[in-house]
């Protein structure tokens, strides 16, 4: 049975093909989040299968293998490659209605040109075409970026990170601007005294500053900033389940750090008080530096503890949390904002309960200084999806300005995952396009097509200035 990934995919009216065809399929993509290894692109890496490129890492994938009962030695386990390849092609058809299966197919198709279904039935011709064309230079790990139309890549880096591999991508002349992203998350991570210490000595490597106060952590970070400044680096991201924070003294900041600096545990209460000190702090440097400030709000992660013991973290057992946050990111935000400190921010929610919150956040902050200054941003990880990506749209159409969003984003550790831009593209132009079809927008399709042309890539070409 041949791919069902028409020309027309996801498009049900004339102006959604129009706009999609004419106006977003070929803009420049700007991935401006994801998880894709610096190293794999400095060292130009050639993949050794298809389980290779596509599996490997893929939580997404093994989730919807251990659903549907497969042994966990067929997806992280000790089976071989194409064995566990030949599971994903058992797995396949059953992910029906899940996006899985929507961007399996049209992954294979736009890098392989693979026009059939993948079943039990074609998986071995599958796996060795694939395979075969794996091994030669077109399908390398730039040369698979670039083939996407990829103009930016920000990676997400920890603070200690040499960014060797950045400056390896630079002076290589490498047509894909590579930057990095300032991930600090380790540095206000106090659960395990032990863990955070042990981190603390690697940022002291990494800044050339002995940390024996708050003080010193405070100098070391933006010590690091800078250091990240200097590679191109211009945003930061920060993966936490809350902003949620008690505003206390700065003598009971300092106290808080010694304790745990000393080994000893702090209350949760006051975990979250150090780590929105720390985090007002930051905010302030990326005001002054112009960074884009991203938080990721929401998510359980590690919800299994027997296998995050046996496998670590991303490994699939996380979920969505329901966490409230309204009220601490009114807090947070109102603080740097008072007195003009407030940077470019992009809020994500990882729980649908929370997308009239979220949208309605971004307008207490947007003061005319920056076009879209606080910005609601695309659909992320599980709501990562056509449905979830039209709720987030429609609820930013009513709430917000869609025509300001900075778009679709990959959020990815694998080189095949750039065929989400297009299904985003063609999402947003069906969504769009359906108000077209039955009169409720004005029939103008060139200043339409403006619109989509800057959510696709115009809007976030402005809005971080890489």
Known sequence: ?????????????????????DYAADQPIIDYHCHLPPGDLAADRKFENLTDIWLRGDHYKWRAMRTLGVDEKFITGEADDKTKFDKWAEAVPYTLRNPLHHWSHLELKRYFGIDKLLTPDTADEIYSRCTEMLQEPEFSARSLVTRMNVEVICTTDDPTDSLEHHRAIK??????????????????????????????????SA???????????????????????NHGCRLSDHGIKTLQGEPVGKKEIEKYFDTVRSGGDLSLRQQQSLRYAILLELGRR?????????????????ANSRMMEQLGPDSGFDSIGDYSQAESMVQFFDTLDKTKELPKTIIYNLNPADNAIFATMTGNYNDGTVRGKMQYGSAWWFLDQKDGMEEQMNVLSNMGILSCFVGMLTD?????????HEYFRRTLCNLVGADLANGQMPDDIEWTGKIISDICYQNANSYFEF
Request: net charge negative; hydrophobic share 35%.
């Open 1 to 21: 049975m041949s791919n069902f990934i028409s020309e027309n995919f996801l498009l049900d009216s004339k102006p959604a093909e129009t706009l999609y065809h």
């Open 286 to 302: 990326y005001a002054q530096k112009g960074w884009v400030q991203q938080f990721h709000l929401g998510a359980l992660r590690n």
């Open 171 to 204: 002076q290589d002349g490498f047509e894909v601007k590579v930057l990095p992203g300032f991930r600090p998350d380790a540095a206000y991570n106090f659960s395990d005294p032990d863990t955070y210490n042990n981190y603390l000595q690697k940022l002291e």
């Open 412 to 420: 990815s550790r694998s080189f095949l995952s750039y065929p989400r």
């Open 207 to 229: 800044s050339g500053i002995s940390i024996t106060n708050y003080d010193d952590l405070l100098e070391a970070l933006f010590n690091r900033m800078d250091f990240f400044e």
